[in-house]
């Protein structure tokens, strides 16, 4: 929590304004701050807030108002901040919470250096301090004499803090940058006789001595104006010296014109900050930075750490730093260039910097860029130095300050893939691992108070997402909380909307630290970064950037974001394209500036045109695959948004590895759109996909998609998305061996598209069901549901309807022993396979077409269908059609007596469905190898196959299974005389 008062007064939790309130609450803040973790007494509180004209209800009032305080204080868990404290209150600040604090503990810590002569971390630290201030102290806060007072107290310890940090810029030879400021600042405060003074001898300096002598005249004009006086002895003394060129006026003779320090008193130099002690990981890439650094080369090696906004470079190139100390005993020099910052540091002001740093001062500086390069790079020269440039915008902004000869090392950290600089060897600063992420937060807090939270402690490390800066700020927030348990800051970041103001503390704040990179980016590459904190994190393709910002292509705008860090390639997918991923806290980030700068309606628009290249895509890679093409719902001709044809060719040019690829996302996808009640695309998407995961046996992820889309064509009483669902969830239950509930939910199917008048639809579902209806002896209604179809089918000429139509009337005769009408009904069903085109379609009639001629005791052409059908499945890719056309030919050997023939297709079969987990297969593939050992008379090894067979076959509900099996086992108890075989198996 941080405690404002140099400015307008505020309370900040976690990146959060609290609400604090009308003035007087407000001002009993103010009051209860000053006198931090002290008690106040409830009088003195009155006479702060109303002085002597007290109100009869003042103590009530008091009350009120501390209240107020404490229910602001409660919605940032920090409620035990105000406490009662007889007979008043008592406000609890921890060091470093209260920026008053700070400023104090800064200006001492600034003031010490000055006198110690030591004016560059003089300089550092009066500046931090003063850029603590906001605006006038208290800045709303009403009137109070203490109030005042305090005010009146910190303006003068602010105008003294900078004068202070004037005069150590002075000694530290910036006179020619302070000119204007000191101008500006004085005709604010005129009166100020330190600051006349001071811009009197920057300008003498300058060598500018008329107008240091007018300057003279200006203070003491301004002076007699205000106050009636003449100047006093600062101003008059120094007056005096600058008319008579005093030569102590001048700068040290290390800055003197031409001064140039040359002996041994420069080196070494060493300008690390302070390693961190609880430094975790990155052994691998520390070692590989160590050794680039530490090569022998002829040039001088360059590490560039790069890296998203948060993971740790400066910390890794500090730690490295301080380790390689020894290998370049001359000197370490660090210097942070702020190039994600507004204002980045110039090179010639670095090279001005590094100058003094090394010994060269004043005029001795020259003033054009290449020339102060050339003069860094001599200083250098067969020195062993190490150089660490911290924060680095872009190659120009370093490029001059390299050295020139082999010796020294440089360096460099960048949010941005600096490539160009000359002996660059990128190193990318990852994520920490998983169990570094985990042992950093512990050597923050204390591994006890982890091992006592388990799970609330892994929802605290994945709302981090292995960011060592988030890791970082919540580990702080509880070392700076005791009594906290981890599961109170786990609970505050389960709500990714706010999460990122959690992840705030002091000067470490995610958000700040994105925004450095996000507010440099080209305004076509920030607006592809907003929206892709729209679309979910996922591993995305390139295409969605075009989607997004609503143009052909936008490998532009991606190679900037790639540039910056703020995105990713994680991989190249099976169609050769890359994939992207944003790391969570900067998807939150631009989901963020989303939210604040682009319209819902441009914020809608942008993720519709997403999700519809979806339905693009899964409708090409659909009329890809060879199957029949079920209608189900329109994506043919589907333009709402679509990627460009080269991208939809490449991408789905192999629909079944498109669709492994792309299976989670799909599934993701789906959810994002029922979510936002898209019925339209969620039943096209649901259609697009059917096929695919089904080829590929995604059932599950089938499953997944077909139930969300389902749900939302309930809730949004849309028929047509029921139907499509429930068709989809039926296959899966029907692949799964529920076969009376995937007729259950066909049944809903065929309502819903009856309803809303999708004859097509209809005609499929009912053929669908009459084949399953058959299967479990259904026949008369069976054959109704297939005529029927077959009728809608021939009406509408749609082919993929009347093969399938065929194929379920060829079963129904067979299971009726019709079996000369089943062979002509499966040839009739093959002829119109082979008009469609689909080799896979045609190996489907084929395998029909092997078992029904098996069933007619047809068994050499049996085999032969079953051979043509195992080719088209595989030309198709298709596992699960292979594997039962495997069975099928090995049940063909088994009715022609060649059993030897018939062990390989079985034993393939059964190790294919073994793996896809397909139940209904494995009972087909075990009971025809338990026949087929039953056939060469070995029975101790059938009847396990054939007890296993029945079981699952009986499980599962198929009869004609069943009846193989138990006529199997039937011949072995007729026929068997060995009183050893197992009983249980023959049941």
């Known amino acids: 929590m941080e405690f404002r008062v140099l400015g307008p007064l505020q309370v900040v939790d976690g990146g959060r304004q609290l609400t604090l309130g009308g003035p007087k609450q407000r001002c009993m803040l103010a009051t209860l701050l000053l006198n931090a973790n002290r008690p106040v007494s409830a009088e003195r509180l009155s006479e702060a807030l109303w002085g002597h004209d007290q109100p009869a209800s003042a103590a009530a009032n008091l009350r009120s108002y501390a209240a107020g305080l404490r229910r602001a204080f409660d919605e940032a868990g920090e409620g035990e901040r105000l406490s009662t404290d007889r007979p008043g209150y008592r406000l609890t600040v921890h060091r470093g919470e209260l920026d008053l604090q700070l400023f104090e503990e800064l200006l001492a810590q600034g003031r010490e250096a000055l006198t110690k002569a030591d004016q560059g971390p003089a300089v550092a630290v009066l500046r931090a301090a003063l850029a603590i201030w906001r605006g006038p102290a208290f800045d709303g806060v009403p009137s109070t004499p203490l109030v005042d007072a305090e005010i009146l107290r910190l303006d003068e310890l602010r105008l003294t803090a900078t004068e202070d940090c004037v005069e150590a810029r002075l000694a530290s030879a910036e006179h020619a940058e302070l000119i204007g400021e000191l101008t500006a600042l004085l005709a604010e405060k005129p009166l100020r006789e330190r600051l006349w003074a001071a811009l009197m001898l920057a300008q003498y300096r300058c060598g500018r001595t008329g107008e240091a002598l007018e300057t003279y005249a200006g203070a003491r004009s301004a002076l007699i104006e205000h106050l009636g006086l003449e100047p006093g002895r600062l101003l008059r003394d120094l007056h005096t010296r600058i008319l008579n060129r005093d030569p102590q006026l001048d700068l040290a003779p290390s800055e003197q014109p031409g001064g140039v320090q040359t002996g041994a008193s420069v080196w070494p130099v060493c300008q690390l900050p302070l390693d961190t002690t609880d430094f975790t990981g990155r052994d691998e890439v520390a070692a590989h930075a160590r050794e680039v650094l530490t090569r022998t080369t002829t040039g001088v090696p360059i590490a560039v750490l790069t890296g998203l906004p948060g993971v740790g470079k400066t910390t890794l190139a500090i730690r490295l730093a301080h380790q390689l100390r020894g290998h370049y005993p001359d000197g370490q020099l660090f210097i942070h260039l702020a190039g994600g910052s507004d204002s980045p540091r110039t090179p010639s002001a670095v090279l001005a910097e590094l100058l003094r740093t090394l010994g060269v001062g004043g005029a001795a500086i020259p003033q054009g860029v290449e020339e102060r390069g050339a003069l860094l790079r001599s200083r250098l020269s067969d020195r062993r130095v190490l150089l660490v440039f911290d924060d680095v915008r872009d190659e120009a902004q370093v490029r001059h300050l390299l050295p020139g000869t082999p010796g020294a090392a440089v360096i460099v950290t960048s949010r941005s893939r600096l490539a160009t600089l000359p002996g660059t060897r990128l190193i990318d600063v990852d994520l920490l691992a998983t169990e570094d992420a985990r042992s950093l937060l512990e050597q923050i807090i204390g591994d006890g108070r982890l091992d006592a939270e388990p799970e609330a402690t892994e929802t605290v490390l994945k709302a981090c997402a292995r960011l060592p800066l988030a890791i970082r700020i919540v580990g702080a927030k509880l070392a700076a909380r005791p009594g906290w348990p981890v599961s109170r800051l786990a609970r505050r970041l389960q709500d990714e909307h706010e999460r990122l103001s959690e992840f705030a503390l002091g000067d470490m704040a995610i958000r700040a630290s994105v925004e450095l990179s996000y507010q440099g980016l080209p305004a076509a590459a920030a607006r592809l970064f907003r929206r892709l904190g729209l679309v979910g994190n996922r591993d995305n393709p390139g295409w969605i950037a075009a989607a997004l910002l609503d143009v052909p292509d936008a490998e532009r705008e991606l190679e900037v974001l790639l540039s910056a860090n703020l995105l990713q390639i994680i991989g190249i997918d099976a169609a050769g394209q890359p994939r992207y991923r944003m790391h969570d806290l900067l998807r939150a980030y631009a989901g963020e500036q989303a939210a604040a700068r682009e319209s819902a309606e441009e914020r809608e628009s942008a993720v519709r045109r997403v999700y519809a290249g979806w339905v693009a895509l899964a409708a090409a890679a659909t009329r890809n695959l060879p199957l029949i093409r079920r209608p189900r719902v329109e994506t043919d001709g589907f333009t709402e948004w679509v990627p460009e044809p080269d991208i939809v060719e490449s991408h789905v040019d192999k629909p079944s590895a498109w669709f492994d690829t792309e299976r989670v996302n799909l599934v993701s996808v789906v959810e994002d759109v029922t979510a936002r009640g898209w019925c339209d695309l969620a039943t096209r998407l649901c259609a697009a996909v059917d096929d695919g995961f089904g080829l590929n046996s995604f059932w599950d992820a089938g499953e997944r998609v077909a139930w969300v889309v389902r749900d939302c064509g309930v809730r949004w009483g849309d028929d047509m998305a029921v139907g499509v669902a429930t068709s989809a969830l039926s296959r899966i239950s029907a692949w799964r061996g529920h076969l009376d509930e995937a007729i259950v939910l066909l049944d809903e199917s065929v309502q819903r598209f009856r309803s809303c008048g999708e004859e097509l639809e209809y005609a499929y579902a009912v053929i669908q069901r009459s084949f ?216």
């Not at 469609?836 to 379609?841: E, W």
């Open 772 to 987: 399953w209806l058959g299967q479990r002896q259904v026949f008369d209604k069976a054959m109704q549901d297939v005529q029927e179809g077959l009728k809608i089918a021939r009406i509408f000429g749609e082919l993929g309807a009347e093969c399938s139509g065929l194929r379920s009337l060829a079963q129904l005769h067979s299971y009726l022993d019709e079996h000369d009408q089943a062979v002509t009904s499966i040839r009739a069903a093959i002829d119109v396979a082979r008009e469609l085109g689909l080799p896979h379609t045609q190996a489907d009639s084929l395998q029909g077409a092997a078992v029904f001629l098996l069933n007619a005791g047809h068994a050499d052409e049996g085999q032969q269908a079953a051979e043509q059908a195992i080719e088209l499945y595989r030309e198709a890719e298709h596992r699960p059609g292979e594997a039962y056309a495997l069975a099928i030919l090995g049940r063909a050997y088994l009715e022609q007596g060649r059993h030897l023939l018939a062990q390989p297709p079985l034993d393939q079969s059964m190790k294919i469905f073994t793996t896809l987990g397909d139940r209904r297969g494995k009972a087909l593939a075990l009971v025809c190898l338990g026949r087929n050992y039953l056939a060469i008379g070995d029975v101790a090894r059938a009847v396990p196959f054939l007890g296993r067979s029945l079981r699952m076959s009986r499980e599962l509900g198929i009869p004609w299974l069943i009846d193989s099996a138990e006529s199997a086992l039937a011949t072995i108890r007729t026929n068997s005389k060995d009183s050893s075989t197992p009983s249980h198996h023959l049941t």
